[in-house]
């Protein structure tokens, strides 16, 4: 079986709780629940951290046998050049995703970090995003 770690970042232990009205007001765990039984096919695995170097070191950590990684890296992704250089150091392919579409949101999160980094990303499509990138993993 395939393993798949999804990875989310700061403030996404939040989800459900916070700017429901633009992510939604599902927590994350609940819907890794329906994930898992949307693909029996796959092993899947969730981590969440608001610290950055410890998102680094959960990609150092499957990122030489694991078969992909989503990410969610939050604000990180328009600030940080160190998750970028994990991405590229690791050989487990990387989906960057975002629960709102960042390009119709403020200035500063048109920008990601990681986007050159990640084999693709899924932006935009709420906690779907998740589901569509599990799916290219098929
Ligand atoms: C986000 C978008 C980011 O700009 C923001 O900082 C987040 C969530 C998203 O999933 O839409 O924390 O990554």
Do not use: W
């Not at 819907?31 to 796959?42: A, S, V």
């Not at 959960?58 to 600030?79: C, M, P, Q, R, W």
């Not at 960057?96 to 949101?105: F, K, P, T, Y």
């Amino acid at each position: 079986m395939k393993k798949l770690l999804i990875i989310n970042g700061p403030n996404l232990n939040l989800l459900g709780k916070r700017e429901p009205d633009v992510y939604g007001s599902l927590t994350f765990e609940s819907y890794f629940e329906t994930l898992k039984t949307t693909f029996p096919e796959f092993e899947l695995f969730y981590y969440q951290s608001n610290v950055e170097g410890l998102l680094i070191d959960k990609i150092h950590e499957v990122g030489f046998s694991y078969d992909g990684i989503i990410l969610n890296a939050g604000a990180y992704t328009h600030t940080s050049i160190a998750i970028a250089d994990a991405i590229r150091a690791i050989k487990t392919p990387v989906i960057e995703v975002h629960i709102s579409n960042v390009h119709a949101r403020e200035e500063f999160r048109h920008h990601s970090y990681l986007s050159a980094a990640c084999k693709a990303c899924v932006v935009g499509f709420g906690l779907d995003s998740y589901r569509l990138a599990i799916e290219s993993f098929k």
